[in-house]
């Protein structure tokens, strides 16, 4: 993503911002929800990929604006698994999957 953005990278991928992505982090999320209502496992990972794409690209524009990059994103997904199970991270016990969703 940073090539893409580069000076030599793609026009339009360098005139993007967080705004004008929007639209398509939805319709990305969209179609992913419609491969898993249709069952469609291929269509699904296809689907995946491009929303994790757009999230590559939200990290990619926030890195050139030194507010974070996908490291930061990474380490936030890491320590929100980890708070949110602590029966599995620390020592805690949870009777069922109610008490586990008492913790998200």
């Excluded at 524009?61 to 029966?87: C, M, Q, W, Y």
Aim: hydrophobic share 40%; proline share 4%.
């Amino acid at each position: 993503m940073a090539r893409l953005r580069a000076p030599n990278g793609c026009p339009w991928d360098r005139e993007q911002t967080h705004a004008t992505l929007k639209p398509y982090l939805i319709e990305e999320t969209y179609e992913a929800l419609e491969a898993i209502d249709i069952g469609d496992d291929d269509e699904l990972c296809k689907e995946l990929g491009d929303v994790l794409l757009q999230v590559v690209f939200h990290a990619q524009i926030a890195t050139e604006e030194n507010r974070f990059g996908i490291e930061e994103v990474s380490r936030a997904i890491v320590d929100k698994l980890i708070r949110r199970h602590p029966h599995v991270f620390a020592d805690v016990d949870v009777d069922g999957s109610e008490q586990v969703l008492q913790n998200w």
